[in-house]
């Protein structure tokens, strides 16, 4: 399990970016948040009284606002709240835990954009000048449509047919 506080970033500044993803993603439902507070409160007691378990549990409350205010509740916490917090979201959530943009932007270093942008030039460079007869694009045009949109695949098999014929 590789921690998404890890790093030279302070855990503060980490939930503070995390928090805006948290409140807007549609994942995070009442019973999502329900379930991690009620983590928090039974396992970690010394993270959340009932009382305050159930000021976070109350229904009355929009979900957006209630897990705003536990992740402005935990900020003025220490760094065991903040860990345990992301233990109860990978435990009951892990698709938005992964999703993080904590985690997204460690994970999509500077290496993972220049190759998009490489391969991104060379389609256009193959756009452009596919007028041309480029000998040999034809069986690399028709593997590279593993793993792209239908759209984007539709284009390059086309582009490998012509090149074929």
């Not at 990978?90 to 954009?113: C, E, M, W």
């Not at 193959?126 to 949109?149: K, Q």
Request: one cysteine or more; a positive charge.
């Amino acid at each position: 399990m590789r921690a998404p506080w890890s790093g030279s970033d302070c855990y503060h500044e980490q939930l503070k970016r995390n928090s805006k993803f948290l409140c807007l993603d549609q994942r995070m439902h009442t019973e999502l948040v329900g379930r991690i507070v009620l983590q928090l409160n039974r396992t970690y007691p010394q993270i959340l009284t009932d009382k305050e378990a159930l000021r976070f549990r109350n229904l009355s409350a929009p979900t957006a606002v209630r897990l705003a205010e536990l992740l402005v509740y935990l900020q003025g916490k220490g760094e065991e709240e903040f860990h345990e917090f992301y233990r109860g979201l990978q435990i009951h959530a892990d698709k938005v835990y992964f999703n993080l943009l904590t985690r997204v932007s460690r994970r999509r270093g500077p290496l993972f954009f220049l190759s998009c942008f490489s391969l991104a030039v060379g389609l256009a460079l193959l756009y452009c000048y596919g007028e041309c007869n480029l000998s040999g694009t034809g069986p690399f045009l028709s593997f590279s449509v593993l793993g792209l949109g239908s759209g984007a695949s539709e284009v390059l098999l086309a582009n490998a047919k012509a090149y074929w014929i």
